[in-house]
């Protein structure tokens, strides 16, 4: 199964990233996925279903412990199995 997962960190700086997006980006770049996207205000990548947990697992934990105050995700199934 292929999942895709899309997340923002808060709070918000629109003059520099903050440490905890900068670390959230670090985790989904690093991880073994792929369609990576990072962007300034929405994050997204895909890939194989336990990559992809993996990868979310470690996304909260660190974002949460650089400060992020809120995360906001969504995870959908993608695919010919998704509709």
């Known amino acids: 199964m292929r999942l ?4 923002t960190t808060e709070p918000f700086d629109l003059d ?6 900068v670390v959230a980006r670090e985790v989904i770049q690093s991880a073994e996925l792929d369609a ?14 336990d990559a ?3 990868a979310v697992d ?10 992020a105050t809120r995360i906001s995700l969504q995870v959908n199934v993608v695919g ?4």
């Open 80 to 83: 010919e199995d998704s509709k």
């Open 16 to 21: 520099e990233a903050p440490a905890h997006a």
């Open 36 to 49: 990576v996207d990072v962007g300034p205000f929405g994050n997204t990548a895909e890939g194989d279903a």
């Open 58 to 67: 470690s996304l909260l934990r660190k974002a949460l412990e650089s400060g």
């Open 52 to 54: 992809v947990l993996s």
């Open 4 to 7: 895709r997962v899309e997340f």
